[in-house]
């Protein structure tokens, strides 16, 4: 392996900017790109810890039914009051963390690490512009994007708690919930899709505006693709669920019908609204956004995947163009797919048969991608670093989820399937070990170029193998508990449906032993997995210290250029003019002196 | 660092950044009220009944005038603008700010009127018809109070269905007060309250106003949100386009009130934040030109 870019590692003192822009204007109200990006990502990172210790004590709730929750009890009671009392929680309670992870986890963590945080730092650098379009409207997003953050936060501690009706509030659930936890449900979310809106607005425009001379389409770096699609994906599709966020807060503030229908009885009277309304009408523009936001959380992740395998294989993605046209196709594609998360709302079958239609053909594109992604690995000269252990274990990861998700999208296997634990296993494994490990992989990956450190190799395998277990032993048993299903939504465990229940004497479709057994099991997973988290939480904050300090500017020896620029890069990123002269993989070419020629290296002399 | 293409255009797409960026986010908007349209149709095609003519007809097309010539001024002041000419475009956009401030006046002045008129939902048709006949005379109160409802349903071929179930009464309360409601007056420990029943249909005389007893109503709801599907659809739609011209009037009225600072620090600057406002502007009143048809006409 070569290393023959120079060391460029600035002497901040030198290379400082001219006026010292002040503390507040360059890490609160910055509008650097790179520094916004990382804003993004902390925040995001917290988020996606604070989502899996919501799930955390659910787990324990349906492991251990009615027994106080170890080490957090007198925590949860003095903070939440009624709803935990004496460190139990309640159905309530374990409603609200329910709709909340799933909530956190989509809106706070995965969407804003995966598109504004890695987009924020990388979309520029790669395409060697030197900030985004709008940096003020850059600035602006990720400040909505907090507000909703706190509005969502804050919501835990009103009385009666948080949203309690779901992640997708279904209607007229959500509306008659008593507490107030909905509104400030959907007060957070039309900030958080305001923020989504700008920023998409900004990455678009950046892409298409901002390309440095010589950056043609095809010549884009694929992870550019993705956020390109991505971006495009959340300026269509989020609008339709603000609308219905919109009509939903009418209903709960204003007392409107607009999801309530005539004749609504909630604990046998009659509901004194003036009805009329529709709850499928919700379903559809919920879901209108909520399929489309599925590939919001993937793509990027695919993107993250690709960069990481070219570099480490050293040689060229397999099937670039393949690639592009795959993303641009899942992009449109996603959008006539929704409504096969409601063949049971009794929509008829046409319809069903239409959609089930449509998702089967939006799995060609996937599959391609993937298929390309594993073909890129054949013959290379891979490098097993953390991030490429994590990018590979990406690849079957999300191969399982996305099979799975088959008989899903399927009708006629979907009534036994829907609302089950296989669902829950299905989607975390597309988003769980294959999402948040690309994400992960990214980190791992550009951290060098963000702080001028590698993160520690071994703290990272640790991680690595520990995640890798752990995911699957918490999520495999669940596609079996939902084979024999268990549904996903009670805060027993699905005691009420045990065979040991004795009401339940005779009924063949209770739950067995071992299926309630399970639950246990996947508790104990779920600790061991958190476990593992350790290594990561103290390798991102030890590693800006004692991380071991890059050799040079281009660490991985990368083609992108992303990795030609000072490190870490300064406000306006480029100390030199970029020209693009090739596409972004050119990994190994046969004649060329190193193994990797960078997009903006000029044609080099052939070695004879 | 400054950012390429804030000002002069990109020669491969032939736009400057802020252009784009509008257009884009023209395309979210579209995306906004399009789900909004969509279900007001979805409500409208679910709906048992659906009422017509509750708003005027002649002060919503004002209303269509009023931001159609707006649409004109705001080009005039872009292209005053162009032809290097700021008092023609101070005057022009100044022309555009006063219709913004005039839809939203008469806008609010229909606002208001709903809010202070109320349909009355009496327990049963035996009760009602005790109503109908002293608001409109013993002989034809049962039939004008039928007839008003009638015709704001269209129920010209199903109204034996609709006549035997009526309970229905439009009108205003002593006082006009806003938003009251069954409730309200409950709470505030009201028996009775005076109620002004509406003109027959095709008049403008209004009956005296009857005494109604609390006990006998089972809904009391002025023309709000709450009332029904129809009016929290139009609330929402109306409100948001409502939110969209002041916000778009802010933004003008910031350029005009900052013209001079930016003429003479970088005109071509000041053209380009007209045109992408105007781009704005315009779709702001693209919306109006689908609303005013499905609300004021179907």
Redesign the interface.
């Known amino acids: 392996m070569q290393s023959t870019t120079t060391t460029t590692t600035l002497d901040t003192h030198d290379h400082a900017p001219h006026h010292d822009p002040g503390f507040l204007r360059s890490y609160v109200f910055s509008t650097d790109h790179k520094v916004i990006g990382i804003q993004y990502g902390f925040t995001a990172l917290m988020f996606l810890l604070f989502g899996f210790l919501l799930v955390m004590c659910m787990r324990w709730q349906i492991a251990k039914p009615g027994v106080p929750i170890p080490l957090v009890s007198g925590l949860l009671e003095s903070l939440l009051g009624d709803v935990a009392k004496g460190g139990v929680m309640s159905p309530d309670l374990y409603n609200s963390f329910g709709a909340m992870h799933g909530t956190i986890m989509v809106f706070l963590a995965i969407v804003p690490l995966a598109f504004a945080a890695f987009g924020n730092f990388v979309v520029p650098l790669q395409i060697g512009a030197v900030d985004m379009a709008f940096p003020r409207v850059n600035m602006v997003s990720y400040q909505c994007f907090a507000g909703g953050g706190v509005v969502m936060f804050v919501s835990f501690f009103i009385p009666g708690g948080a949203a309690q009706a779901g992640w997708t509030s279904y209607s007229p659930l959500a509306t008659i919930v008593p507490t107030h936890g909905q509104t400030f449900w959907l007060i957070g979310m039309v900030l958080l899709i305001t923020s989504s809106l700008l920023g998409a607005v900004n990455f678009i425009a950046t892409v298409i505006q901002l390309r440095a001379p010589g950056m043609t389409w095809m010549r884009m770096p694929f992870f550019v693709w993705t956020q390109f699609v991505t971006a495009f994906i959340l300026l269509l599709a989020f609008p339709p669920l603000e609308a219905a966020g919109i009509l939903q807060l009418v209903d709960k503030v204003l007392g409107a019908s607009f999801f309530l229908p005539t004749g609504l009885v909630v604990s046998g009277k009659l509901y004194d609204v003036s009805g009329g309304g529709s709850p499928l009408l919700w379903q559809h523009l919920f879901w209108f956004l909520g399929h489309p936001e599925v590939y919001v959380l993937i793509l990027p992740a695919m993107g993250v995947v690709s960069e990481i395998i070219a570099c480490n294989t050293r040689k060229p993605l397999w099937g670039y163009k393949s690639l592009v046209y795959s993303v641009l196709a899942v992009g449109f594609v996603s959008f006539i797919v929704w409504a096969h998360h409601m063949y049971l709302t009794g929509m008829g079958t046409k319809i069903s048969t239409f959609f089930q239609t449509t998702t089967m053909i939006i799995s060609i594109p996937s599959v391609i991608i993937l298929t390309c992604l594993f073909m890129s690995l054949w013959g290379g000269s891979i490098r097993f670093n953390t991030p490429m252990l994590f990018a590979l274990a990406f690849l079957p990861m999300f191969g399982i989820g996305g099979l799975t998700g088959l008989p899903l999208g399927f009708n006629f296997s979907d009534l036994h399937l829907h609302d089950s634990y296989y669902v829950i296993a299905h989607f975390h494994y597309v988003v769980a070990p294959g999402t948040i490990f690309a994400l992960f992989a990214g980190v791992y990956f550009w951290y060098p170029k963000m702080t001028g450190r590698y993160m520690s190799e071994t703290l990272g395998k640790i991680h690595f193998w520990g995640s890798l277990i752990g995911m699957n032993l918490v999520f495999m048993p669940m596609f079996f508990q939902g084979l024999y299903g268990m549904s996903r939504r009670m805060s027993d465990g699905g005691a009420t449906y045990a065979l040991s229940n004795a009401a339940n004497e005779g009924v063949v479709t209770a739950l067995t032993g071992t299926v309630i057994k399970m639950n246990v099991f996947i508790t104990h997973a779920a600790f061991l997995l958190l476990l593992a988290q350790i290594p990561f939480i103290i390798n991102v904050f030890m590693s800006m210290f004692n991380g071991k300090k890059v050799e040079s500017d281009n660490p991985w020896q990368a083609t992108t250029l992303d990795w030609q620029t000072p490190t870490p890069p300064p406000h306006g990123n480029f100390t030199k003019e970029i020209v693009v002269h090739r596409g972004p993989y050119e990994y190994s070419v046969p004649g060329h002196p190193t193994d990797f020629t960078p997009q903006n290296a000029p044609e080099p002399k052939l070695v004879k | ?5 804030a000002v002069k255009p ?1 020669p491969d ?1 032939g ?1 400057y ?2 252009k ?2 509008i257009w ?2 023209l ?3 579209v ?6 349209f ?2 007001y149709i ?2 409208r095609v ?3 009944l659906w009422p017509h003519g509750m708003v005027s007809i002649p002060v919503g097309t004002f209303n269509t005038f009023v931001l159609i010539a707006s649409s004109v001024t705001v080009v005039m002041s872009w292209a005053s603008l162009k032809l290097g000419r700021l008092g023609d475009f101070k005057k022009y956009m100044a022309l555009t700010i006063a219709c913004a401030l005039g839809f939203l006046g008469v806008k609010s002045f229909e606002y208001h009127a709903k809010f202070t008129h109320y349909d009355v939902w009496f327990k049963d048709a035996a009760t009602a018809e005790k109503y109908f006949k002293a608001a409109y005379g013993e002989e034809k109160g049962v039939e004008a109070a039928r007839k008003l409802f009638v015709e704001r349903f269209h129920l010209h071929n199903t109204k034996a269905v609709y006549e035997a179930n009526q309970v229905q009464l439009p009108g205003h309360l002593e006082g006009n007060p806003l938003f009251a409601t069954h409730r309200s007056l409950a709470s505030a420990k009201k028996e009775t309250f005076q109620f002004t029943p509406d003109a027959p249909f095709g008049t403008h005389d209004h009956p005296k106003p009857i005494e109604v007893k609390l006990s006998d109503v089972e ?1 009391l ?1 002025a023309y ?6 129809y ?3 139009y ?2 739609i109306t409100a ?1 386009h409502g939110l969209h011209v002041l916000g778009g009037a802010i933004v003008l009225a910031y350029f005009l009130f900052t013209a001079n600072t930016w003429w003479k620090k970088n005109p071509e600057q000041l053209a380009n934040r007209v045109e992408v406002g105007g781009l704005f502007w315009h779709f702001v009143d693209l919306v109006w030109i689908f609303l005013f048809p499905i609300i004021y006409l179907l």
């Open positions: 660092m400054e950012i390429p293409y990109r797409t736009l950044n802020a784009l960026g884009l986010f395309a979210s908007e995306m906004l009220f399009g789900g909004l969509s279900s979805l409500l679910g709906a048992d809904r709801s709000v949100p709450k009332h029904s599907t009016f929290a659809i609330f929402t948001l």
